[in-house]
């Protein structure tokens, strides 16, 4: 995907991780050839940045999968099960976890 492609940031948030400000990017939803919706986002950690995407039926379960994976991302690595990773201060990341029954 070119730059000037790219869909525009739609929401972020920054964290801290080890001390270093950490961002987290959602980019706006786009509609798929295929009809379905995707949600790219990025996690800015200290060293490195990841980019990826989630699918959904529209654009707001894209948007709330796409939240709920990076969650997951979060929660998983090694800065957060050190303590490192904070919103606030606290461990309480402030995304979207998905109920196992959805």
Same mark, same amino acid.
């Given at each position: !995907? ?7 940031? %739609?929401? &972020? ?6 001390? @270093?400000p950490m961002v987290v990017r959602f980019y @706006?939803?786009? @509609? @798929? $050839?295929?009809? &379905? /919706?995707?949600? &790219? /986002? &990025? +996690?800015?950690? $200290? ?16 948007? +709330?999968?796409? !939240?709920? +994976? =990076? #969650?997951?991302?979060?929660? +998983?690595?090694? #800065?957060y099960k050190a303590g490192q990773l904070t919103? %606030? ?6 995304? $979207?976890?998905?109920?196992?029954? =959805?």
């Amino acid at each position: !995907m070119k730059i000037e492609d790219e869909p525009p940031v %739609f929401v &972020e948030r920054e964290y801290v991780c080890a001390g @270093q400000p950490m961002v987290v990017r959602f980019y @706006q939803p786009t @509609q @798929q $050839p295929t009809e &379905e /919706y995707k949600c &790219e /986002y &990025e +996690i800015r950690w $200290p060293e490195r940045t990841r980019r990826r995407h989630a699918y959904g039926a529209d654009s707001i379960q894209a948007l +709330i999968l796409a !939240m709920n +994976i =990076v #969650h997951v991302e979060l929660t +998983i690595s090694d #800065h957060y099960k050190a303590g490192q990773l904070t919103y %606030f201060s606290t461990s309480d990341l402030g995304l $979207p976890v998905l109920d196992d029954n =959805v």
